[in-house]
């Protein structure tokens, strides 16, 4: 139980709390030195966030108590959440930022996060994810002349240039990690992964922390983006949950983002909605017993909810719970 507590204190701690800078306003390269600290627990996601609304999540978010942003340039919005970051009154040593190089710019990294942060209206980012292991031409044509690890290379360039703090990974399979690993000058800070009570992965989630690097869970809410089909009903309605959510006193995304607060991830949920955003926060204040934990552990269904590998032709997440399966042959 004490170890729990403590747990706990550490992820509540790291919400709220950066290592502040002595920079006015945490811009230019000597506040990038000296604003160190880890990255929030929490922190607003904003996929699939409409562009008329995400300006405002973001403000709220950031004015509620919320210092991290999930952003990606594929999402279609920063220049929406830039203006949000800029009206809330946050300081930009206070605020975590991420964003991610898509697909069709890993042969130019550094143009595209000139590009996010102009959009972002930021003069660095914290950290800036390979959004997937897989590089494209134009459109969704694979680019199989480029490696990963030469992406990797020029991504370290941008934090020596202090374009970014950190950078890290996304979607990558353990040999993926490790193709990395075996190169880095500057080695990932983080992985964003897809992982929530219907997809556990604890095992890879360990693996990871025992490297020295964050896990940060996207789609923490599990089946509750609405372009997910996972064939299973939504988590709200899943009596384990219902039952687990009354016993904390709590309501589900607060019970389902709690555990993965406790297990050692960041979450970063997404809502357009005040109450929502609100709500999501007090996923902070909840704390399970280990008993509690082990009943949570079994109920994976190790069921993935975002797999684009068959679109793209490209094997994904070998190794991990529910891969992507090959085309047949006559299905090619
Ligand atoms: N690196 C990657 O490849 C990758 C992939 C997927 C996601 N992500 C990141 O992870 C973030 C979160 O994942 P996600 O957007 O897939 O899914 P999610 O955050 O697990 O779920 C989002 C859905 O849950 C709803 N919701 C949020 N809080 C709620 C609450 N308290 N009660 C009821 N409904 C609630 C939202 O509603 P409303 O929006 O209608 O308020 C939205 O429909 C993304 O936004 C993105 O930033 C990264």
């Given at each position: ?132 292991p ?38 990558f399979a353990p040999a993926d990690v490790d193709a ?13 992964l ?7 992965q604890?095992e890879y989630?360990?693996w ?96 993935r ?10 094997d994904l997440f070998d190794g991990l719970d529910d891969p992507t ?8």
């Amino acid at each position: 139980m004490a170890k729990v507590m403590l747990n706990y204190l550490l992820l509540a701690t790291s919400l709220l709390l950066l290592l502040p800078g002595t920079a006015a306003d945490g811009h230019g390269q000597d506040a990038i030195v000296e604003s160190r600290g880890d990255i929030p627990a929490i922190g607003l996601g904003t996929w699939l966030s409409p562009k008329k609304e995400v300006k405002h999540a973001a403000q709220y978010a950031l004015d509620t108590g919320y210092t991290h942003i999930d952003a990606a340039r594929v999402y279609g919005n920063e220049r929406q959440v830039g203006k949000g970051i800029k009206k809330a009154s946050l300081k930009r040593k206070d605020l975590w930022v991420t964003s991610k190089l898509w697909n069709t710019d890993h042969r130019h990294p550094e143009r595209a996060l000139r590009k996010t942060l102009k959009d972002l209206k930021l003069e660095y980012l914290d950290l800036y994810l390979m959004h997937w292991p897989v590089a494209f031409k134009d459109g969704s044509t694979v680019d199989t002349r480029r490696p990963i690890t030469e992406t990797w290379r020029d991504m370290e360039a941008l934090v020596k240039s202090n374009k970014t703090r950190y950078i890290g990974i996304s979607n990558f399979a353990p040999a993926d990690v490790d193709a990395i690993l075996a190169v880095c000058e500057i080695c990932p800070y983080a992985h964003e992964l897809e992982t929530h009570p219907y997809l556990q992965q604890q095992e890879y989630v360990d693996w990871h922390t025992a490297r020295g690097m964050r896990v940060i869970a996207y789609s923490p809410l599990a089946n509750l983006n609405p372009h997910y089909d996972s064939g299973l009903p939504s988590i709200l309605h899943d009596p384990f949950w219902e039952q687990m959510a009354e016993n904390k006193n709590a309501t589900i995304p607060q019970a389902v983002l709690a555990w993965g607060l406790q297990r050692g991830t960041v979450v970063i949920p997404k809502s357009v909605h005040e109450e929502y955003i609100r709500e999501n926060l007090g996923a902070l204040s909840i704390v399970y017993g280990e008993e509690e934990m082990m009943q949570i552990a079994a109920q994976d269904r190790k069921v993935r909810m975002n797999n684009p590998g068959r679109e793209w032709g490209v094997d994904l997440f070998d190794g991990l719970d529910d891969p992507t399966v090959p085309k047949r042959e006559d299905e090619l």
